[in-house]
């Protein structure tokens, strides 16, 4: 048990790669050096169409019980490494949480892979959790990402008070693409840009661009998913660039517009994760000649 322990404590005062790997091989350490016996689901799936068949989806399910004693020497680092990588590391976008204090269910559902359809929920049977959600750092599109939770409940009739079930998740996917509602004059229109590229007649016609541009700013600035919604105005301003928009004669003052509003959020942003999509979006439109 104080090899255990000595070891947690150790990643918590090292680096945030380091405690990002710790939430890693947790099930591992808990495994090895201590013991526990975990039941385990592992689902894995790379993509073998892909150059060195990078990892498409998973899904590594954990549960295991800690007695009263085990969870008052163990658990509060496992806590504290969560609050951790959500502090330190960069590539850290999103931390959620519920307990009993917040009176009231709070379900998340953990996306699997590409498809939305495929997720596993958490806070259903388990009253309190917190998750962490990273970037894929080997992503270059900045669209995957790592999930980790950690879910516990209290063990009923228990033979030693104190005693809590706990389950441990990992999971990797696709960010969730947020649904992006859109005003054209008299019409209206539901625009996915994070998920589904925007055509060449959407971005080109008249002055589409601002007013798309403006949807996302709208649901950025409502607070909404604001960290989904950062990534969907970089990978916005990416998709414009790339589609030679403001190539087209006449269109330079809807790009210095756009810089400015860009330019505008990110200034104001005080959110890490949120200030990074911003700079990137940023950057894009620098490039732009």
């Not at 590409?114 to 894929?136: C, F, R």
């Amino acid at each position: 048990m104080k090899t255990i322990i000595k070891s947690l404590f150790f990643l918590l005062a090292t680096s945030a790669s380091a405690q990002s790997q710790m939430l890693e091989e947790l099930p591992s350490k808990l495994q090895k050096e201590y013991g526990l016996t975990l039941k385990k689901s592992i689902n894995k799936e790379h993509d073998v169409l892909r150059e060195g068949r990078p990892l498409k989806s998973r899904c590594d399910v954990y549960t295991f019980v800690l007695t009263g004693k085990q969870r008052e020497k163990i658990f509060p680092s496992l806590q504290e490494a969560f609050e951790k990588v959500s502090q330190t590391d960069e590539n850290c976008y999103g931390i959620n949480s519920m307990n009993e204090l917040t009176d009231k269910v709070s379900l998340r559902n953990m996306m699997i892979g590409d498809n939305p359809e495929q997720y596993i929920t958490i806070g259903q049977d388990y009253n309190n959790y917190v998750n962490v959600n990273l970037l894929d750092a080997s992503d270059t599109t900045k669209t995957h990402r790592y999930a980790y939770v950690l879910e516990w409940r209290d063990v009923q009739a228990a033979s030693e008070k104190g005693s809590i079930e706990v389950r441990y998740i990992i999971t990797y996917a696709k960010i969730p693409k947020p649904q992006i509602y859109v005003k054209y004059h008299a019409s209206t229109k539901y625009s996915d840009p994070f998920g589904r590229r925007f055509s060449d007649e959407d971005l080109l016609r008249n002055d589409k661009i601002l007013l798309l541009f403006d949807g996302l700013k709208q649901q950025y600035e409502s607070g909404r998913d604001k960290w989904f919604v950062a990534s969907s105005i970089y990978l916005f301003c990416k998709q414009t660039r790339e589609s030679g928009f403001f190539k087209v004669k006449g269109t330079q003052e809807e790009l210095g517009q756009l810089k400015d509003e860009v330019a505008t959020l990110y200034n104001k942003e005080t959110d890490p994760a949120c200030e990074r999509y911003l700079k990137l979006a940023i950057e894009e439109l620098d490039k732009i000649q």
